[in-house]
């Protein structure tokens, strides 16, 4: 067992106060609870849980829309979701708990996973691969 293990907490405690860090721990809460409210009043996705930091989400309809929607967000390099499948259906993980993040930065990324969302097209055709393309006169 490591002897520093409480060390990291007392130097928080120490330089924020125990006040300092319940306030930090109810912004971070507040912003979850932000983006749980986003995503509950969005046509077309679903609120899976809402614990703590830990909002869970997807897509409304079929499996391939929401690994799509997390294969589009992570090409844009500006937000992190993380994938998983509880009882069959594909979920995307959202941790708000940054100290840096802000209620503006909340709403910054939940209108990109909107924006990336309306370009997911409705139904089975859904896929992660990408349609060939055909050109005008190519033979």
Known sequence: MDPFRALKLWFVLRTHGVEGLRAHIREQLSHAALFADLVRDSPG????SH???LVCFRLA???ARTER??????????ILV????????YILRAALGSRLASQTSVRNAW????ETAASIP?????SLETPPTTSVGAR
């Open 69 to 78: 929607l997390r294969a589009d967000l992570d090409a844009t390099h500006q």
């Open 51 to 53: 614990s703590l930091g």
């Open 111 to 114: 209108a990109l996973v909107r």
């Open 45 to 48: 996705f679903e609120l899976v």
């Open 82 to 89: 993380t994938p998983t499948t509880v009882d069959g259906r």
């Open 122 to 126: 409705d139904g089975p055709t859904a």
């Open 61 to 63: 309809g079929d499996n």
